[in-house]
């Protein structure tokens, strides 16, 4: 008898924290999920490969923002949007690669678009981590000053 009635305090204890949902949030909660459900589905499926990529490409975003804060250059937006709009077509190639996975019954591709998108992510976060002054190896600013101006002279 003594469990019953600690079952029922822990259930009035419960219900003081927890409150009925109401058809907007159950709304909000169902569009959220049915999105981020598709997404998933589009891309296959989620992997820890997915999740490093999205992790690399928001660290980037935001140490180019802090490099640039550093910099007294300020956030521009029209600098953060094409920043944003090549994070998204880095996406895009990575759907395309999947969906010619898809076609052509191999799973290459796409895998071989992310580990490309990974080396530009880690290089980009590299020159944003010399540009914060984070201590690097000679050898990496070396790699990175011979980038650049392999780059300027493509230009």
């Keep these: 008898m003594n469990i019953y009635i600690k079952l029922i305090e822990i ?11 109401t058809v907007r949030e159950i709304g909000l909660y169902g569009a959220v999920g049915f999105i981020g459900g598709s997404i998933v589905k589009a891309y296959g499926g989620w992997s ?5 990529l999205i992790i690399l490409m928001a660290s980037d ?7 640039s804060l550093k910099e007294k250059k300020g956030i521009k937006s029209s600098v953060s949007f094409w920043g944003l709009l090549k994070k998204g077509l880095m996406m895009l190639s990575v759907l395309i690669a999947n969906h010619i996975d898809i076609v052509m019954n191999t799973q290459i591709v796409m895998n071989a678009s992310i580990y490309f998108w990974y080396a530009n992510e880690v ?7 010399a540009r914060l002054g984070l ?7 070396d790699k990175i000053a011979i980038l650049k101006n ?4 493509d230009k």
């Design 11 to 21: 259930k009035d204890s419960i219900g003081l924290y927890l409150k009925p949902l």
């Design 48 to 52: 820890p490969v997915m999740t490093l």
């Design 61 to 67: 975003y935001l140490t180019g923002v802090l490099a």
């Design 123 to 129: 290089i980009s976060l590299t020159e944003n981590y």
């Design 135 to 141: 201590p690097l190896p000679d050898v990496i600013k």
């Design 150 to 153: 392999k780059e300027s002279a």
